[in-house]
């Protein structure tokens, strides 16, 4: 008899499925129901995003190009008739904070005074006062199919979905219109950045709360609040798609890493004599300067600033472009793999594990691939044929296994 192995090379891969939005919304509903006893005055969701190419480039004045995924995030909410909060969270019992109802008041909050998965809600309604919006206390249930630990940017959608709640339950009215989402954007941004004390730059809010479905959406952030350019996303009707791979590693140290890698690029911006470093990335001549560099840690992240701002250019082109199929996404997917050897190599940023799916989607055949997020785990986005993302996964579940790494899974974009 042939021996049980831990890994048959044709074993099922594990897919993260997305939730139909009705599906979503009746998990929302049935969560505040049982907690809370009553039905929600309404449930409003918001979804994850995905880094196409642009890594690192929002809180450096550079250019992102991110899509929401059909991954969301679904808050039930009312309004009650004091300023207390009260807040359930389906997935609460695997994160840190309270793993029941937490609750507090409008009017006790206070910037970087919570820590825990509830600050992101509750920091989002601190930015509303602060920016001069108020309403009453909320009664709130979240329930969400973005996986936890993927990249996703869950946090995000969960300050994007506070906002819109809060917006609709407050009568401010500023969530049907271009201005008002950009605004809502910007309320999410602060309270990431000055509620939480993450210095992130803002793509995922603004991704969240402004990027339609089938579209991918370049965020400049050399301008504040950041305009926005569409593009149309045309994979799906040539027979691509995105394979997101959550590697299943992730590392303490990425806050601390993440807060470093910052440091090096302000350190960086002030050698060439700008403010960031993405003000001269297109500059005739600047990745000479770059070059001019001593510090080879500084000079290595300042060069990824620049060649990933002009990938970020490239594919803007390539999606703009009106030339064969074949050429534009062949060229998408190069820039894809040049995009991951400099965060590998440049801004050191990417875990092993991430290497290795990468480098299994290339032999698989795959159009392109890399690494996104913070990084030193996390997840990878894969450009490859639909016909092909079963095999791929296969293939790339194989790869981190025979490693040692933990199962990998796996989502379609």
Not at 17 to 40: M, V
Not at 51 to 62: C, F, K, Q, S, V
Not at 98 to 122: F, K, N, R
Not at 130 to 156: F, K, N
Request: glycine share 10%; net charge negative; with cysteine.
């Amino acid at each position: 008899m042939k021996p049980v192995t831990a890994f048959e090379p044709h074993a099922s891969v594990a897919w993260m499925p997305s939730w139909p939005r009705g599906q979503g919304e009746l998990q929302a509903r049935e969560l505040f129901g049982r907690t809370f006893g009553a039905e929600p005055d309404g449930v409003w969701s918001a979804p994850g995003r995905v880094i196409i190419i642009g890594e690192h480039l929002d809180y450096n004045a550079g250019r992102t190009m991110s899509a929401a995924t059909p991954h969301r995030t679904f808050l039930a909410a009312r309004p009650r008739s004091d300023s207390r909060i009260r807040i359930v969270f389906d997935q609460a019992t695997a994160l840190p904070g309270t793993d029941g109802v937490w609750e507090g008041d409008l009017d006790d909050l206070a910037p970087e005074g919570l820590s825990g998965w509830h600050a992101y809600a509750t920091g989002t309604l601190w930015a509303l006062r602060e920016r001069g919006y108020d309403g009453p206390g909320l009664d709130m249930a979240a329930a969400t199919c973005i996986p936890v630990g993927a990249g996703l940017s869950g946090w995000g959608a969960m300050e994007a979905v506070t906002v819109l709640a809060a917006d609709a339950l407050w009568g401010l009215s500023l969530g049907g219109t271009e201005a008002g989402r950009l605004e809502l954007a910007e309320v999410a941004y602060e309270a990431q950045n000055r509620y939480i004390g993450t210095p992130f730059g803002g793509l995922d809010q603004h991704t969240s709360l402004r990027c339609r479905d089938g579209e991918a959406i370049t965020l400049s952030f050399a301008e504040l609040p950041p305009p926005a350019t569409r593009y149309a996303l045309p994979f799906r009707e040539y027979g691509l798609t995105l394979l997101i791979t959550r590697t299943a590693h992730h590392s303490p140290l990425v806050d601390d890493q993440f807060i470093m890698r910052s440091r090096e690029c302000a350190a960086a911006a002030r050698l060439l004599g700008v403010d960031f470093v993405g003000r001269m990335a297109e500059e005739s001549d600047a990745l000479e300067r770059v070059d001019g560099i001593e510090d080879g840690d500084l000079r290595r992240r300042a060069r990824h600033i620049v060649t990933e701002l002009r990938r970020v250019r490239a594919m803007e082109a390539e999606l703009a472009s009106t030339a064969p199929a074949h050429d534009r996404f062949t060229e998408i997917g190069r820039l894809m793999y040049r995009s991951h050897a400099s965060l590998e190599l440049d801004f050191e940023v990417s875990s092993p594990a991430q290497n290795r799916a990468v480098d299994a989607a290339y032999r698989a055949g795959a159009l392109g691939s890399r690494m996104f997020g913070a990084g030193l785990g996390g997840s990878t986005i894969t450009l490859v044929r639909r016909t092909d993302a079963e095999r791929t996964a296969h293939r790339i579940r194989e790869a981190l296994h025979e490693a040692g790494d933990a199962d990998p899974e796996f989502l379609l974009v």
